[in-house]
């Protein structure tokens, strides 16, 4: 049974392989172009077969058309010609173009007088005018619908490959401010440890264990674009408590969480920049609580956080908050990875500092 279903998904792949290449193939221009150009003359051929008992004049006629019609296509879409398009000398291509057409229009004229001893007054049921200015008004239209379906799928490609290098470049630049972050938090987080290791060894080598967890984290569950809100909670929590190890009892520290946390995906290290921003600005005062008020809480699909803080002063960084490395990076992530589905509200007081962040997941 295993034998058999493994046979049938290599005889699968050969197939879809084989389509490649069969496409790969179609789509060189040497093949699609000589196919296209068949399919005109079996086209045209079957839609005046029953207009002439001369076959061979009818084939003669459409192979001196399409001549025409070949050679304005490519002399406008492979020369020089279409460059004048994007510059002053616009006018330059429809004389080129009509002149062309003229041309043709008069040798097509010209070699079927030649070739067969017809009356084509007769043949055409028209005047010599007539005919000649049927053939110039085909040479014009058919070739510049043939340059308006290329140019149709040149913009699409275009479209395409543009939208492609956007995605790139997002994806380049969320991985350049997601890498901002974390040095970011790692240099706060060594000085921390640096100061810890004078005052308090034992406090030192436990907030060292806990920056390892973070770090871990960081290196093998946050490298995906969306992780699951607990993760998220988690890594807040261990932040959290790694900072109150520095702080000691100076800090009042105090997180709510409200609604349904879980079920549901967010981009990482959304939110830590903020609790960051807490503590990097927090007050320092010696006769009551320094505070630090977080409050996280799910509205339906809406994901809200409310970060508090009391300061002595406001830093200079502090007074233009988005200025911040922090904050500056979070605020492009946050409108590269939920654009037109957060709102961001940053107050300072005299005294505090408040920052709210909702996002729709």
């Given at each position: 049974m295993t034998s058999n279903s493994s046979n049938e998904a290599v005889k699968n792949l050969s197939w879809y392989a084989m389509g490649q290449k069969v496409a790969n193939v179609f789509a060189k221009k040497y093949v699609y172009h000589p196919l296209f150009w068949l399919f005109y003359f079996v086209f045209f051929y079957n839609a005046y077969n029953k207009l002439y008992e001369d076959k061979l004049f009818l084939i003669v006629l459409i192979f001196l058309y399409g001549i025409s019609h070949f050679g304005l296509y490519y002399i406008f879409q492979y020369s020089s010609l279409k460059n004048c398009l994007k510059n002053k000398r616009f006018w330059f291509v429809p004389v080129v173009?009509?002149?062309?057409?003229?041309?043709?229009?008069?040798?097509?004229?010209?070699?079927?007088?030649?070739?067969?001893?017809?009356?084509?007054?007769?043949?055409?049921?028209?005047?010599?005018?007539?005919?000649?200015?049927?053939?110039?008004?085909?040479?014009?239209?058919?070739?510049?619908?043939?340059?308006?379906?290329?140019?149709?799928?040149?913009?699409?490609?275009?479209?395409?490959?543009?939208?492609?290098?956007?995605?790139?470049?997002?994806?380049?630049?969320?991985?350049?401010?997601?890498?901002?972050?974390?040095?970011?938090?790692?240099?706060?987080?060594?000085n921390s440890i640096y100061v810890l290791i004078k005052i308090d060894p034992d406090k030192a080598s436990e907030t060292l264990i806990k920056l390892s967890n973070l770090l871990r984290s960081q290196l093998y569950e946050f490298s995906a674009e969306r992780i699951d809100i607990q993760k998220e909670l988690e890594y807040l929590e261990n932040y959290i408590e790694l900072e109150k190890i520095r702080k000691g009892e100076r800090l009042d520290f105090k997180l709510e969480k409200e609604g349904d946390l879980q079920g549901f995906q967010i981009a990482p290290l959304v939110l830590i920049p903020f609790l960051e921003n807490c503590f990097k600005h927090l007050s320092t005062h010696l006769d009551r609580h320094n505070?630090?008020?977080v409050k996280i809480k799910r509205i339906g699909n809406t994901l809200e956080a409310e970060f508090f803080n009391t300061t002595e002063q406001l830093s200079q960084d502090q007074k233009n908050p988005i200025g911040g490395l922090g904050l500056g990076n979070i605020r492009r992530r946050l409108e590269l990875v939920y654009p037109d589905q957060y709102k961001l509200s940053i107050k300072k007081g005299e005294g505090d500092f408040r920052v709210n962040l909702k996002i729709n997941f």
């Open positions: 173009f009509g002149f062309f057409a003229i041309v043709f229009g008069l040798l097509n004229f010209l070699f079927i007088s030649l070739i067969f001893d017809k009356d084509l007054n007769q043949v055409f049921q028209a005047s010599t005018w007539s005919i000649i200015i049927y053939m110039i008004t085909s040479n014009i239209f058919t070739p510049v619908i043939f340059l308006g379906l290329k140019a149709q799928k040149e913009v699409r490609k275009s479209r395409i490959l543009e939208e492609k290098k956007e995605k790139e470049r997002i994806k380049d630049e969320l991985h350049y401010l997601k890498s901002q972050v974390n040095p970011h938090f790692l240099f706060n987080t060594i505070l630090i008020r």
